[in-house]
């Protein structure tokens, strides 16, 4: 099944090209079904890049998919092109009052900032309680599961001696839980990030479970017992080449920045990088919908009262 996008978003062609299904808003007027409806509040400040990595992730589920892009009023994007941001971006507050049944939050590059030093800090804090009535479950990433993680349960981040970048493997350890459903039993996901959160403070929080774990990356995935918050702290919708473009993106800048690991062959980066981690980013958007929203939320979007899952699911 497709995801239905506006008709003239750069997204469509680039997924077109990779033959994935998507709808057009004029064509999805003839299907006669309740799709699901996703909030994608995109705090990257490439806001076109990281829309398309996570549409190509939503897409190729079985699932029909309606996806509001989100941005946050309180900031001014200076990367992405404003008539852009007009046309195809809602703010927090034109979205308030309705209920979804998923919301994505992207990361940003405010690692090195306090939470209440980000500008957009107090916005960001209502869309996070929002989210507790008006959205059946939610994915976290990166920097926006961290400060998901501070505002919901006071989990800290620290700072890193050096950059967390590359390619890392990883476990679930939850082998039977269903948001791994066809992981293998070591999988591997991308990482760019400055900061951390620590297992020891998670596990303090009853509320919480730590769901995979890297030797080398730390904690990857953390979990609500109800399955209506997870926290991502990497990227798996990663294109094959985005590392690559933040390695040599920062070398011309002169910014201290080490060879991404595991990630070009030989270590060598005139060497196309191989993927290893595209079907578990897939497998984990496809699961956390499918588990997580589609079998969960009700028909009814105004009758959600958010009660808790089979834990088990976890």
């Given at each position: 099944?497709p ?10 062609s680039?997924?077109e ?5 998507v709808?057009t ?7 006669d079904?309740r799709?699901?409806r996703?909030a994608?509040?995109n705090?990257m400040?490439t806001?076109i ?8 992730c ?9 996806v509001?892009?989100?941005q ?15 046309h195809?971006?809602?703010?927090f507050?034109?979205?308030r ?6 919301c994505?939050?992207t990361?940003?590059?405010?690692e090195?900032?306090?939470?209440e030093?980000?500008?957009?800090w ?6 996070f309680?929002?989210t507790r009535?008006?959205v059946h479950?939610?994915l976290h990433?990166?920097w926006?599961?961290q ?13 890193l001696p050096?950059k967390?970048?590359g390619?890392f493997?990883h ?5 039977k839980s269903?948001l791994f459903r066809?992981?293998d039993?070591?999988y591997?996901a991308p990482?760019?990030?400055n900061?951390?959160v620590r297992?020891?403070?998670?596990e303090?929080v ?5 769901l995979s774990v ?6 990857h ?8 918050q997870?926290?991502v702290m990497?990227h798996s919708e990663?294109d094959t080449?985005?590392?690559d473009?933040?390695y040599h993106?920062?070398l011309?800048k ?6 991404p690991?595991?990630?070009y062959p030989r270590n060598?980066?005139s060497?196309?990088?191989v ?6 980013g897939?497998l984990?958007y496809?699961?956390?919908?499918n588990?997580f ?6 028909f009814?979007?105004?009758?959600m009262?958010n009660e808790?899952?089979d834990c088990s699911?976890l």
């Open positions: 099944m995801i239905k996008i506006p008709d003239t978003l750069p997204a469509r680039v997924l090209k990779e033959h994935i299904f709808m808003e004029l064509r999805a007027l003839h299907q079904i799709p699901l996703i994608l509040v705090l400040p806001k890049t990281t829309e398309t990595q996570i549409l190509r939503l897409a190729n589920t079985p699932l029909q998919i309606e509001d892009l989100v946050m009023s309180s900031h001014q994007s200076k990367n992405t092109p404003q008539d852009h941001l007009l195809f971006y809602e703010t507050e034109e979205i009052e309705r209920v979804y049944d998923g994505i939050i990361g940003a590059p405010v090195f900032l306090d939470y030093q980000v500008d957009y107090p916005e960001l804090c209502e869309l309680e929002w009535t008006n479950s939610t990433i990166c926006g599961a400060a998901g993680l501070y505002y919901h349960y006071g989990i800290p981040k620290y700072v050096q967390l970048f390619i493997p476990t679930a350890l939850n082998k269903r066809g992981f039993d070591v591997w990482h760019s990030r900061t951390e297992a020891a403070d998670i303090k009853p509320q919480l479970r730590l890297s030797e080398e990356a730390g904690v995935i953390v979990g609500d017992q109800e399955g209506h997870f926290f990497g990663y080449m985005t590392l473009g933040e993106r920062d011309k002169g910014l201290p920045i080490a060879m690991r595991h990630y060598d980066p060497r196309t990088p993927n290893n981690w595209r079907a578990t897939q984990l496809t699961n956390w919908l588990y929203v589609y079998q969960t939320t009700p009814n979007l105004k009758t009262d808790s899952l699911m």
